[in-house]
């Protein structure tokens, strides 16, 4: 069975391996996503992506939800990168979720867009049409939500931003496989904003692997705190944190 308990708000659980967890996610996924559609008459949702979500995505699209009446956004794109690389998180998104089911609205951030800030506003300018009703996210090695890294602002008024990657974001993704070399991971992103996340009606955060196993310790136990973007999550009203044994190792 899996261990349930609650760090102020947040809703924590361990799963006994990550196939039971991305299960988990997934039936969370359906059950938030129909309670918006029976609700509003459709879903808003944000996409991460990454070796995280892998078990996620796999049993997300075998779920019977009705896509017809869900609009996305994902949650972060490299600058620069076109859609075809491999570390493209628009061809992430493709081949594991857009090939599999058909969403009535997905807006891509085009990370290789001419004019950055132009792509920027025009995601804010859909984003804040309706706040989010389900945001699916992890937390990245140092901490981060998306691409917000330490040290965090909370109260931005925007949905999307440019930012610039940290060298440990970098050397995360690298270490993740989407790069021949570290220098080939960019320097710049758009993310969505922790503003925009904790807007959200529900966050659905999946963090397996044992490389997670700090970054989960501190959101757990640190101060609510800039420095430790993550711990955001424990003062939403409706989050989820979803673990395996590996990242919940230090708390445990």
């Known amino acids: 069975m899996p261990q349930t308990w609650k760090v102020d708000n947040l809703n924590v659980t361990v799963f006994e391996n990550r196939n039971l967890l991305g299960d988990a996610a997934a039936q969370m996924a359906k059950t938030y996503i129909t309670d918006a559609i029976e609700q509003c008459g459709r879903a808003v949702v944000a996409f991460s992506t990454g070796t995280s979500q892998l078990q996620f995505y796999k049993a997300l699209v075998k779920q019977p939800i009705d896509w017809s009446k869900v609009e996305a956004f994902h949650l972060d794109a490299y600058i620069g990168l076109q859609e075809e690389h491999p570390g493209s998180f628009r061809r992430y998104l493709h081949e594991r979720l857009l090939d599999y089911v058909t969403i009535a609205k997905f807006h891509m951030i085009k990370g290789d867009a001419d004019d950055v800030y132009s792509e920027c506003h025009r995601l804010d300018l859909l984003a804040r049409r309706r706040p989010l009703d389900v945001v699916f996210a992890s937390i990245g090695e140092n901490g981060q939500l998306a691409f917000n890294e330490s040290p965090a602002i909370f109260d931005e008024d925007t949905y999307y931003k440019i930012v610039e990657l940290s060298d440990a974001s970098r050397r995360q993704q690298f270490g993740e496989g989407w790069f021949l070399h570290p220098d080939d991971v960019p320097r710049q992103a758009i993310t969505i904003t922790i503003s925009a996340i904790i807007k959200a009606r529900t966050v659905i ?21 800039h420095s430790f973007p993550a711990t955001v999550l424990r003062f939403h009203t409706n989050a989820h944190l979803l673990l395996d044994p590996h990242s919940a190792a230090q708390i445990l």
């Open 205 to 225: 955060c999946c963090v397996p692997d044992l490389r997670k196993a700090q970054a989960v310790y501190n959101t757990l136990t640190q101060p609510f705190s």
